[in-house]
């Protein structure tokens, strides 16, 4: 029997990786439970950035992130940056942005990031978790927010198909905490017991360990069909 694996990033978000899944020989359903979507003014992100100096901090926590940094901004910053995964610091290096740190999740770069003597920027979704600004405040960091794009949740598709593959065992990749939480919301906490659960940082992971005592598959989204086969 072919395997299923459910995908639920964005709409026209999943092509990539569903051409090379198929390829391999599974089944792909495409359940988009979150999704992105840009600013529609982003003067006060641009604002935020050009505001900067060389004694604050620039935190990225994602690509989409880096993408309207970069849009708004449009040259490289004045302050210090770090990121929280490399798909963030590939965007911004490649526009000639330093970074000097790169984590693989917000506690981890909340920690271990040197403090500023001015203040840390972070440029993220409206729907961000709240370890990193928390930990950073703990720390003695003066910590200011700046919305760099929206987080939508909600399912788009057949639900009721996924929650029966997922009771028999199917896969499926999880890109987000609120694709994880828009999952359980339709379908019911006990939706994931017997999917195999493949996460795409170890804070998705984290926040399907924290919803459903789970533990997930962590794998970078470009490694996925392999770690599927």
């Known amino acids: 029997m072919r395997s299923v694996v459910v995908l639920t990033r964005g709409a026209g978000r999943n092509a990539t990786l569903a051409a090379a899944l198929r390829a391999r020989g599974h089944d792909v359903l495409e359940l988009p439970c979150a999704d992105t979507v840009p600013l529609e003014d982003e003067r006060e992100l641009a604002d935020a950035l050009r505001a900067l100096s060389s004694d604050d901090l620039l935190v990225v926590t994602s690509r989409t992130g880096a993408e309207a940094v970069l849009r708004s901004l449009g040259r490289p910053p004045e302050a210090r940056v770090a990121t929280v995964g490399r798909q963030a610091a590939s965007a911004l290096s490649a526009r000639g942005i330093v970074v000097e740190l790169v984590a693989a999740t917000g506690a981890e770069l909340a920690r271990d990031v040197a403090i500023p003597v001015g203040h840390v920027l972070l440029a993220r979704s409206d729907r961000a978790l709240r370890d990193l600004p928390d930990i950073l405040a703990r720390r003695g960091a003066t910590v200011r927010e700046a919305i760099a794009y929206r987080t939508v949740s909600g399912i788009v598709g057949d639900a009721a198909a996924a929650g029966r593959l997922l009771a028999r065992g199917a896969s ?22 017997a999917a195999r659960v493949i996460a795409t940082g170890p804070t998705t992971a984290a926040h399907v360990r924290a919803r459903t005592g789970r533990d997930a598959t962590v794998a970078r989204w470009e490694r996925i069909s392999e770690v599927v086969s």
């Open 172 to 193: 499926v990749v999880v890109a987000s905490p609120s694709a994880v939480d828009a999952l359980l919301g339709a379908l019911g906490p006990n939706a994931l017991a």
